[in-house]
């Protein structure tokens, strides 16, 4: 048969196949491909809603169940030829028993026959013992009935005709019956081998399907292997750019730290220097203050030291003042570096979410289908292994307690 013819034969068969019986599986030959192909049908939908449960997480597990199903198919090919091979040897054995009791049969029916000849020429002989009898009646009493011996010629004629009727009809009888038991012979014979060419037709079709399957299996497996190939190889590539960009956003993110804490440092710089000018200038005042202060004292002691009494209250003012001005500069330098920790923050942030939007609009580009979400616990999992050990945040830490 054509592909086609075989494919609208399964098309039209779709549900026929598990309520067939074995003897139309092993007498039909498109009744096994049938089945075969039904067989095939339903190991695979097992098979996908299996995956559909998984979530194609261990492609082992499904080139075991590939194997197993295979396997079990075969097994199913194997139990059919043998039956087949079976049902064979017992028509042999058929045959062989039917030719005995033909045999038995022509015997007895010839024994039949033989008594069948027996018992007519029985009956012929009585019919001319009883004719000689009446013919010796006939001649004892010739005078008495000459009207009846007239009539006894005749009688025998009818009777010999009737005889050779009979014997006619039994021959016309044996030709007919010996007629039809040689076409049933012939019709029995036929389909014997019909039967015989049917079954050997099956069987070369079920060791087909066993190769073909079996290379089908082969291919299935090179083909999973290759594509386990192609995923850690994409695992690998991805791994690769997703370590690079991750060692790209480190170096950008020091450089940027490094810059900002250099103009912080440069900051802070400049307002200690304009303390330490302030504390000059009044050191200089007070020296001078002092100065003036021993020159008059010679003059006047009392003003001098009411003078001098308002003076030290005014500098102690002045040195409370300078002391809340120092502890409010503090103040505000730490909240400058929270702001600036906070923006640093903020732009790491922007930063991680532009390139994990890049890697995403690349990864689409290259037909590799995965989540944001995925991506950014890959990055994560692959930052985490690299950098177990590296203290970068304790670096930065100290950096800022010794400018403070």
């Given at each position: 048969m054509d592909i086609r013819k075989k494919k609208e034969i399964i098309n039209n068969?779709?549900?026929?196949?598990?309520?067939?019986?074995?003897?139309?599986?092993?007498?039909?030959?498109?009744?096994?491909?049938?089945y075969i192909n039904y067989s095939l049908k339903e190991n695979e939908r097992n098979l996908y809603k299996q995956r559909k449960?998984?979530?194609?997480?261990?492609?082992?597990?499904?080139?075991?169940?590939?194997?197993?199903q295979l396997k079990k198919l075969i097994e199913n090919l194997y139990s059919l030829k043998f039956k087949l091979e079976k049902e064979k040897e017992k028509e042999r054995k058929k045959k062989t028993c039917t030719v005995s009791d033909q045999v038995e049969s022509i015997e007895k029916n010839k024994t039949k026959k033989n008594r069948k000849n027996l018992t007519i020429s029985k009956k012929d002989h009585e019919i001319q013992e009883r004719i000689f009898s009446s013919n010796k009646l006939v001649l004892n009493n010739?005078?008495?009935?000459?009207?009846?011996?007239?009539?006894?010629?005749?009688?025998?004629?009818?009777?010999?005709?009737?005889k050779n009727r009979y014997v006619e009809e039994q021959r016309n009888k044996k030709y007919i019956i010996e007629k039809y038991e040689k076409i049933l012979r012939n019709i029995k014979k036929q389909h014997i081998n019909e039967i015989s060419e049917i079954k050997n037709n099956i069987i070369q079709d079920v060791d087909f399907l066993i190769q073909k399957y079996r290379k089908i299996s082969l291919e299935l497996l090179e083909i999973t292997k290759k594509k386990e190939k192609e995923k850690k190889e994409e695992q690998t590539k991805i791994i690769e750019i997703c370590i690079n960009?991750?060692?790209?956003?480190?170096?950008?993110?020091?450089?940027?730290?490094?810059?900002?804490?250099?103009?912080?440092?440069?900051?802070?710089?400049?307002?200690i220097n304009n303390?330490?000018?302030?504390?000059?200038?009044?050191?200089?005042?007070?020296?001078?203050?002092?100065?003036?202060?021993?020159?008059?004292?010679?003059n006047t002691e009392r003003k001098v030291f009411d003078v001098c009494e308002n003076k030290i209250?005014?500098?102690r003012e002045l040195n409370k003042e300078l002391k809340n001005r120092l502890i409010l500069e503090k103040e505000e330098q730490n909240v400058l570096v929270n702001n600036i920790y906070s923006k640093v923050d903020k732009q790491i942030k922007i930063y991680e979410e532009n390139i994990i939007d890049i890697f995403h609009n690349i990864l689409i580009?290259?037909?590799?289908?995965?989540?944001?979400s995925e991506l950014c616990n890959c990055i994560k999992d692959a930052m985490d292994n690299k950098y177990k050990n590296d203290n970068l945040d304790n670096y930065i830490e100290n950096q800022v307690i010794n400018f403070k």
């Open positions: 068969n779709k549900g026929d196949e598990s309520k067939s019986k074995l003897s139309d599986i092993l007498l039909k030959k498109n009744h096994i491909e049938n449960k998984n979530n194609l997480k261990n492609n082992q597990l499904d080139r075991d169940a590939i194997e197993t010739t005078d008495r009935d000459i009207s009846i011996v007239k009539h006894v010629p005749e009688l025998i004629k009818t009777v010999e005709i009737y960009a991750c060692k790209k956003f480190e170096e950008d993110v020091k450089n940027k730290a490094k810059v900002s804490i250099q103009e912080y440092k440069s900051y802070m710089l400049k307002l303390d330490k000018k302030e504390k000059e200038t009044l050191e200089k005042k007070i020296t001078e203050l002092k100065q003036k202060i021993e020159e008059e004292k010679y209250k005014e500098e580009k290259n037909n590799i289908n995965l989540s944001i």
